[in-house]
Each structure stands twice: as C-alpha cells, then as structure tokens.
C-alpha cells in the first residue's frame, strides 16, 4: 500500500503561481510513476502531467505545458507541481497518484490522494 498527502493549494490570483506537493508513505521502494490529475466542478477528472520513477520522463496535457513543472525527490518521497501563469479555468481539486506504468490513464495508477483545491480568480 502507497499512502499519499497533497498540500499547497489555495486560492490564487490569474497570473499568479502555486506549489503543489505530494508526499508518500508506505511501500515507496517500488518504483512508481507518479502523476497530478485534476477535477473541475461538473466536470471528469483529467490528467495533467506524470513523471517517471527516475524522474527522467515527463508529460503534460496540452493547456498546462510551458506552464507547469512536475518533478520529485524520490530521497523525500515527494512531488511536485508548480503551477506558474495560473488561470481561472486551472480552478479544480487536484490529485495526485502513483502507479507501475505511468501514462495519462487514470486506470493506469492505483494509489490517489485526498485532493488539493486550487481556485484561480479572474
């Protein structure tokens, strides 16, 4: 079992940036992938960026890259999203997940997190 804590959300300014982190506990000596998926009010879940377990691959959905940054520290059992430019429409709950494989499915991953709201304002 993989625990995991998101923390650093809150409400921001358009324009604006914020950290997310995700700390996990638990069985961290597997190799997982680590990924940030978000849900907007009314809306599906939807992927937004993963990272590899050697933190050497990356990907983002098309409306956050050159905006967002994924990375870890696998020492801490930790990642992070910095969200940088942030918009109303980045306003979600913001989760993040661990799983063997690491893609942009969210059947691919079988640990999530609690959530973290973000709520950008115009």
């Known amino acids: 079992q993989v625990q995991l804590v998101e923390s650093g959300g809150g409400p921001v300014q358009a324009g604006g940036s914020l950290r997310l982190s995700c700390a996990a506990s638990?069985?961290?000596?597997?190799?997982?992938?680590m990924a940030w998926f978000r849900q907007a009010p009314g809306k599906e879940r939807e992927f937004v960026a993963y990272?590899?377990?050697?933190?050497?691959?990356?990907y983002y959905r098309d409306s956050v890259k050159g905006r967002f940054t994924i990375s870890r520290d696998n020492v801490k059992n930790t990642i992070y999203l910095q969200m940088n430019s942030l918009k109303p429409e980045d306003t979600a709950v913001y989760s993040c997940?661990?799983?063997?494989?690491?893609?942009?499915?969210?059947?691919?991953?079988?640990?999530w997190g609690q959530g973290t709201q973000v709520t950008v304002s115009s």
């Open positions: 997940a661990a799983g063997l494989l690491g893609d942009t499915s969210l059947s691919s991953y079988n640990y």
């Open positions: 638990g069985r961290t000596q597997l190799r997982y992938a």
């Open positions: 990272i590899k377990w050697n933190g050497g691959s990356t």
